[in-house]
Nanobody, 123 residues
Framework: QLQASGGGLVQPGGSLRLSCTAS????????IGWFRQAPGKEREGVSC????????YYSDSVKGRFTFSRDNAKNTVYLQMNSLKPEDTAVYYC??????????????????WGPGTQVSVSG
């Protein structure tokens, strides 16, 4: 199971870095996706690794503000979030990719969801 952490309350324009860790297995050869779910809305993909070139896909709403990265030595995947907006408020999750549709953030392709971390942008 994966664990997302690093959420919190931040003012608009602020930054947070989310971490995704795994217990008992390595993330070295696992494609990871970051998703979020706001109250009353469906879960949506934010940034997901492409299996073909190891680059990250970003949704239009976060492109240019969020950065996906990984540190295999620490067995951790990160989501750096800058220039946060109130509409970024949501519970953020990381998940493992098990299937490979053309769209990197295809929700049914992912599993091993762990508890999310709340990100609130207000002020």
């Amino acid at each position: 199971q994966l664990q997302a952490s690093g959420g919190g309350l931040v003012q608009p324009g602020g930054s947070l870095r989310l971490s995704c860790t795994a217990s008992g297995f390595t993330l070295d050869y696992v494609a990871i996706g970051w998703f979020r779910q706001a109250p009353g809305k469906e879960r949506e993909g934010v940034s997901c690794e492409s299996s073909s070139d190891n680059n990250a896909y970003y949704s239009d709403s976060v492109k240019g503000r969020f950065t996906f990265s990984r540190d295999n030595a620490k067995n951790t995947v990160y989501l750096q979030m800058n220039s946060l907006k109130p509409e970024d408020t949501a519970v953020y999750y990381c998940a493992m990719r098990y299937y490979y549709s053309d769209y990197p953030c295809q929700l049914p392709d992912y599993g091993s969801w762990g508890p999310g971390t709340q990100v609130s942008v207000s002020g």
